[in-house]
């Protein structure tokens, strides 16, 4: 009975790392630029660099819905344990890779089995926690992604210790073995809000939750407001150890932990306080998850601008910081918004889809960024998208007005 309580956020902590791994494993490439680049020449053009880091996103986009509509129907646990067992191997591959077409296509693959992971394992802590305790369950699920970025920006930094291959294989073989582990703890709870678990007979048809999700207004409004902030949240976790190396004049192994440390830390603090907030404010007034999704947007506006203008380390740094408390706020609390429109079966369906939306944004703006960045125009252009988040945040509390606290099936 007591580990029965408990066990909600067992499933948190075991999915915590994964979660690091997920983005860990994507995010080493960003900062070890510099340490590749000399075995693999074309890494040089920045144009390609941004082609390379695209292909994961429009990849990883596309799989999205399809990945939602699967952990709808099938065990998220087998289905996390498999993505992870994939996208480690794939890490442990490029470790061999001696040409740009071989990390081009091993970055697609990754995309293919990454994309799997997020709908499935948010759905399953959505399942396990109730809307008093789920915004901060998934915000501290968050901070797992949070840390692998930040860990990350260590790629450059180990890379430069020993070589970019040994921290390819490193970081992946730790990820096979996680997955072996999960397998003897993580557990599957497949519930209907209204009825307790699910028969066989009672599962979804394979598009039947898609096919709800689109003539649902609201989730159209929830899609585009989760689409239109991914573009700087993507061009952070892509670009923002760039903007340093270049706003600073310092080189990629010292921009890349200060950057990406600045960003974990402080969306770490805005999981956990927009978490809290949302879960308490939700209980007596039910749009307050919006309410704090909005504060946290807010935060990254100014941020932004600053950002794109800064050329002190005490002024990106502070500005950084602004902006990962902000998007924070706002990433801890999609799937919580999420849940208050639509019921336990289709969610994961629904968080696919707006993946998708999040990373094609995030695909434009990284191809975008990389010739900006030849341009010379990056600080410009991180500046230009505060304009953006205003226009979202605008969006938002206008149109989404939840009705209930928890939708059911």
């Not at 407001?225 to 004049?249: C, E, Q, R, V």
């Not at 500046?383 to 007005?401: N, P």
Request: hydrophobic fraction near 50%.
């Amino acid at each position: 009975m007591k580990q029965a309580r408990y066990y909600p956020w067992v499933v948190v902590a075991l999915l915590w790392f994964v979660a690091l791994l997920n983005y860990l494993d994507r995010q080493m490439l960003s900062t070890m630029r510099p340490s590749i680049q000399l075995d693999i020449r074309e890494l040089e053009s920045a144009t390609n660099f941004g082609r390379l880091m695209a292909v994961f996103l429009w990849i990883y986009g596309l799989m999205s819905p399809v990945s939602g509509i699967i952990a709808d129907k099938v065990s998220r646990k087998w289905l996390i344990i498999g993505s992870l067992f994939v996208w480690s191997g794939v890490t442990l591959l490029m470790s061999y890779a001696t040409g740009f077409n071989q990390l081009y296509w091993l970055r697609a693959v990754m995309g293919i089995s990454e994309a799997l992971y997020i709908p499935a394992a948010l759905s399953l802590i959505a399942d396990y926690h109730s809307s008093s305790t789920r915004s901060l369950a998934v915000g501290i699920h968050m901070t797992g992604l949070y840390m692998g970025q930040a860990l990350g920006g260590f790629g450059a930094t180990i890379a430069a210790a020993y070589s970019w291959q040994t921290t390819f294989h490193s970081f992946g073989l730790i990820g096979v073995v996680y997955a072996v582990v999960l397998i003897f703890f993580l557990r599957e709870k497949r519930v209907s809000a209204a009825t307790g678990p699910l028969t066989d007979e009672e599962q979804p048809h394979f598009f039947h939750g898609l096919k709800g999700l689109l003539t649902l207004l609201p989730f159209w409004i929830i899609l585009l407001y989760f689409s239109i902030p991914s573009i700087p949240g993507w061009a952070i976790k892509n670009w923002l150890p760039t903007l340093f190396s270049n706003s600073l004049h310092v080189p990629m192994s010292q921009a890349g932990p200060v950057a990406t440390i600045t960003i974990a830390a402080s969306s770490f603090i805005g999981v956990i306080a927009g978490g809290l907030l949302s879960d308490r404010w939700v209980q007596w007034n039910v749009k307050g998850r919006v309410y704090t999704s909005a504060i946290g947007l807010g935060l990254t506006i100014p941020a932004l601008f600053l950002l794109g203008v800064g050329h002190s380390t005490f002024f990106l740094v502070a500005s950084a910081f602004c902006f990962g408390i902000g998007f924070g706020m706002f990433d801890g609390n999609n799937m919580p918004i999420l849940c208050q429109f639509v019921a336990p079966r289709h969610r994961a369906t629904a968080y696919g889809l707006m993946n998708m939306g999040g990373v094609f944004s995030g695909a434009f703006i990284t191809n975008f960024l990389g010739k900006s960045t030849d341009a010379g125009h990056l600080g410009r252009d991180f500046a230009l998208m505060s304009v953006v988040i205003l226009a979202a945040v605008g969006m938002l509390l206008m149109f989404l007005r939840p009705k209930v606290k928890d939708a059911a099936d």
